[in-house]
């Protein structure tokens, strides 16, 4: 069982930046896929973005792109998500998830959410 924390949530304007972390307490997660994915009131969980831990690479959402940049520290823990000019339809909760085998599967794991508030 791989445990997720995010943090870094919270209330910020429109046009600002936000950072969000996700690490894996006493995990290794060196050969997962690390994914952000949020969900707005009323609407079904969207992907945003996703990293492979191995190689660095990098996908985004196409409404993402340019906005976000997703990436990992060299050892391990943990993962971030910068968002930058953030706009009121950005709230919603943002959720890290971990894919133990990249390619094969979904997301084994979640992490509880953190919200991410964008005031206009």
């Known amino acids: 069982q791989v445990q997720l924390v995010e943090s870094g949530g919270g209330l910020v304007q429109a046009g600002g930046p936000l950072r969000l972390s996700c690490a894996a307490p006493?995990?290794?997660?060196?050969?997962?896929?690390m994914g952000w994915l949020r969900q707005a009131p009323g609407k079904e969980r969207e992907f945003v973005g996703t990293?492979?831990?191995?190689?660095?690479?990098?996908v985004y959402a196409d409404t993402a792109k340019g906005l976000i940049t997703i990436s990992r520290d060299n050892d391990n823990n943990p993962v971030y998500l910068q968002m930058n000019s953030l706009k009121p339809e950005d709230t919603a909760v943002y959720y890290c998830?971990?894919?133990?085998?990249?390619?094969?599967?979904?997301?084994?794991?979640w992490g509880q959410g953190t919200q991410v508030t964008v005031s206009s």
């Open positions: 990293i492979i831990w191995n190689t660095g690479t990098t």
């Open positions: 006493g995990r290794i997660l060196r050969n997962y896929r």
């Open positions: 998830a971990a894919d133990s085998s990249p390619g094969v599967g979904g997301y084994d794991y």
